[in-house]
């Protein structure tokens, strides 16, 4: 994600750095040097049986704005979902952290059930690093093998689903807390409440990861956009004249803007500069709980690079 304090807009129309403009440059540079062949041609051998009415790309430009309109906002709604949803999983984790300490309760605060709350407190922590590694395709070994003992993080690195073994590995904490006295079976509802809603948090991210906008309509729209931009200077050049290059330029690059934006933002959980920072929220939950549980562990927060945070 860009994180940037506010500029004088001026210095907006210069900024190139983490914008769509990166990977749309060449489209737009295509489509004004064609705009600028057909231009010469038509004006110094003045061929007018090429060129075409503005009508059919007014009505086509309308119908184009509308359906970029639509896939990006159907674009923005999967980022924004998968916000909330990361939102939720940094509230769920603290949840689940302070009832390690108020819900997990003996008779003695002995060593044993210490060792068992920061042990419980660490295997939320991975559960979160190992949920991003999974998002991402990561190998989450280097994030989670600092808050899980060596079994438990081989039998986490040796199944398919990560996160869905350490939610396995939480459950079976509870279990035994139960068996050993230190959870009250009416308060097991509770803290399994919150594992239960880890889950939904994981499945609600893996359903936007996996389920990209219908191919179809993506290729459509990409197939009208650069149709549409190549034959437009034969609709502009009578209008126009000699600026037609830069009426196609700006035009181009509105379209192909769009278009690229509502690519970019569609997967929201990546490492492209507009994706979501997955490894900062991850960060912030590992230093919230460290708190929580007095370790002297607690790393530092993570800090922009060249205004990015991953």
Not at 100 to 118: N, T
Not at 204 to 219: G, K, L, M, V
Request: aromatic share 10%; charged share 20%; glycine share 4%.
């Amino acid at each position: 994600m860009i994180v940037k304090d506010k500029v004088a807009w001026p210095r907006l129309l210069f900024y190139f750095r983490g914008t769509s403009l990166e990977r749309t440059w060449p489209r737009v540079l295509v489509v004004t040097v064609v705009s600028v062949v057909v231009t010469y041609v038509e004006l110094y051998y003045n061929i007018e049986k090429y060129t075409l009415t503005t009508t059919p790309f007014t009505l086509i430009g309308i119908a184009l704005g509308i359906f970029l309109g639509f896939r990006n906002n159907a674009a923005y709604d999967r980022f924004w979902e998968g916000r909330k949803l990361w939102g939720a999983l940094v509230n769920t984790a603290r949840t689940l952290a302070r009832q390690a300490y108020s819900l997990i309760d003996g008779a003695h605060d002995d060593k044993a059930l210490q060792q068992f709350r920061e042990a419980f407190v660490r295997r939320v922590i991975a559960f979160v690093h190992a949920m991003r590694c999974h998002l991402r395709h990561e190998d989450p070994a280097a994030e989670i093998q600092k808050f899980l003992s060596a079994a438990d993080c081989s039998a986490v690195l040796a199944s398919t689903h990560r996160p869905l073994t350490i939610l396995q590995q939480l459950g079976r904490d509870l279990a035994y807390a139960r068996n050993q006295g230190w959870l009250h079976e009416l308060n097991l509802p509770f803290i399994d409440a919150q594992l239960v809603e880890l889950s939904n948090i994981l499945g609600a991210c893996e359903r936007i990861n996996n389920t990209p906008i219908p191919f179809t309509y993506s290729i459509l729209i990409h197939r009208i956009v650069a149709v549409y931009c190549l034959f437009l200077p034969f609709g502009l050049v009578e209008i126009s004249g000699v600026l037609t290059p830069i009426v196609v330029l700006f035009i181009s690059y509105a379209f192909f803007e769009l278009d690229a934006i509502g690519d970019e933002i569609e997967n929201p959980f990546g490492k492209d500069p507009n994706d979501l920072p997955l490894s900062t929220i991850s960060r912030t939950i590992e230093i919230n709980l460290l708190e929580l549980i007095n370790s002297p562990e607690k790393p530092e927060p993570l800090k922009p690079k060249n205004n990015i945070l991953l």
